[in-house]
């Protein structure tokens, strides 16, 4: 496969970030999560985080206009010329179109949007137990994938914390937001046809084996 350009779609909590961080080790390409890029901004202070923060804290989404910028400039870079993964971009039908303007204007197009498909009940549960590295992002549960030493991040040491979106209320409204705003991307790019549903149910690594299943065969595609 010449280039290999995804988006992970999904509800809130369905695993974007764990499958995400696999992806990029397997593929070694440039992984951009609008998430933690606005948490880190917020953390840093930066003008960005500042503008961000009222609306992650309510769990509504971020103008689009700030977030098509932050994107665009991504894709646009030498490093993501063998292809990118974008984790909760797009997360509009006008997210969704800037991104294709912007492809198109690069000559290139999107291999795969995948969606990792759960239920609202999985995602509350799921939310409810996740604990996140203070430093890198990292993602744990503490039922599904504990860390080994409570509330120190296995992989870099540093603080896990509960993140301040995965209150109950914050949740509910983040779940109404996908609903409402991301979930008619799924029309959007099944009409593309390149929209590509895994089950985001069972366990992490089988939903890991189904993702690069599928991809091989894309790429068994590409080739015939
Ligand atoms: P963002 O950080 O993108 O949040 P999200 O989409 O709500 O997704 P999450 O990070 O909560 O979940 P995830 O799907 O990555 O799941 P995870 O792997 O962590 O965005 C936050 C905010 O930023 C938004 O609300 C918005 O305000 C703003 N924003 C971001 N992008 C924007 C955009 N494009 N436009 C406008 N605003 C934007 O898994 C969850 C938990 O489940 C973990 O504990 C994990 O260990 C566990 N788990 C994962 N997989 C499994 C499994 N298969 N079985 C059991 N447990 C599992």
Sequence with gaps: MPELNLVLLGPPGSGKGTQGERLQEDFRLPYHATGDILRAAVRNGTELGAKAKEYMDRGDLVPDDVMVGLIAERVSRSEASDGFILDGFPRTTAQAEALDAKLDELGRTLTAAILIDVSDDEVIRRLSGRRTCVKEGHIFHVEFDPPKNDDICDICGARLE?????????????????????????AYYEDRGILRRVDGSPPPDEVTDHIRAMLATLKMEEQL
């Design 162 to 186: 509960i993140r301040g979106d995965d209150k109950p209320e914050v949740v509910r409204n983040r779940l109404r937001t996908y609903h409402e705003k991301t979930e008619p991307l799924v």
